[in-house]
């Protein structure tokens, strides 16, 4: 690999939620996850279905959606389980699309959506919500012991806290891949042990970790392939460079995932009822 790190970096999240709502996403979506949720990432269906499966526990639910991006599987969370639901995003454009999708779908009561900053302590009160849930967004947001810590704060006594990491390193990564696989903006690998870690330090109990690589490796090699189908039309509507990047990046993301070298891991987390004293 010959090119300079600054071209490896792309806008990524932008220039996706821009298109977000075109004939060719949604096809795409179809085809790869089995239904169109607008869901972004790895995310599959079977996780989605545990999402709610978990919400539903709790009723009334408040939900805070950390990056939610455009709100397709928030708003999915909102009619499957009946939660009340605030998401949160730092892209202005998926956040005017989240709203617009609530108003369409007749959860404007039900769902809230924000822009904010979500690497930063977050403006709501102490013990504001049910279910804290942040999907394949924390590699992106900084420093995990200050933005776990916040999120205990958000939770009520006994509430949960659902997050994934796609950004553990397992095994052994090349420069020229970490930059490809982390040329979507700030990224953040962790060795294993230190979520579980930042879990303890913000007076959270860690219930379960499930190991998802596997279905990242499927799904970015689903997607790779969609896409490719479907290349002389995304080159038009993407730019050729920035076709040629994405599908780049969901090379390596298939092979570090299939080799087990950076792993997948969804968190399932107790703020506990009665604090430790």
């Not at 169109?36 to 009723?59: F, K, N, P």
């Not at 639910?61 to 969370?77: E, I, N, R, T």
């Not at 379960?208 to 490796?217: G, K, S, V, Y």
Request: net charge negative; glycine share 6%.
């Amino acid at each position: 690999m010959t090119e300079d790190r600054a071209d490896r970096q792309y806008e990524f999240y932008p220039q996706q939620y821009t298109r977000f709502g075109s004939d060719i996403s949604a096809e795409i979506r179809r085809e790869v996850y089995g239904e169109d949720l607008g869901q972004l990432g790895w995310r599959t269906l079977d996780e989605q279905a545990q999402i709610a499966e978990l919400c539903s526990r709790s009723s009334p639910c408040h939900v805070l959606d950390v990056a939610c991006g455009s709100g397709g599987p928030s708003l999915a969370l909102v009619a499957s389980t009946g939660c009340t639901l605030t998401g949160i995003d730092i892209e202005a454009s998926a956040i005017a699309q989240a709203q617009r999708l609530a108003s369409e779908r007749g959860f404007s009561e039900k769902a809230r959506f924000l822009t904010l900053d979500c690497r930063n302590a977050l403006p709501f009160e102490n013990d504001a919500f049910d279910v804290v849930v942040c999907i394949d967004a924390v590699l992106h947001l900084g420093d995990r012991f200050a933005i776990l810590a916040d999120w205990s704060r958000l939770l009520r006594p006994g509430g949960l806290l659902l997050f994934t990491d796609a950004a553990v390193l397992t095994g052994a990564i090349s420069k020229d891949e970490f930059e490809i696989r982390a040329s979507q903006g700030g990224f953040l690998l962790v060795p294993p042990g230190l979520n579980e870690t930042a879990v303890a330090a913000a007076g959270l109990v860690l219930q379960r970790c499930d190991d998802r690589t596997r279905a990242t490796a499927d799904l970015a090699t689903r997607l790779h392939v969609a896409r490719e189908r479907r290349s002389s039309e995304l080159a038009k509507t993407e730019g050729l460079e920035w076709f040629s990047q994405r599908q780049n990046f969901l090379a390596v993301t298939a092979e570090l995932a299939s080799s087990s070298r950076l792993s997948r891991f969804f968190y399932i987390v107790e703020k506990p009822a009665i604090a430790h004293v």
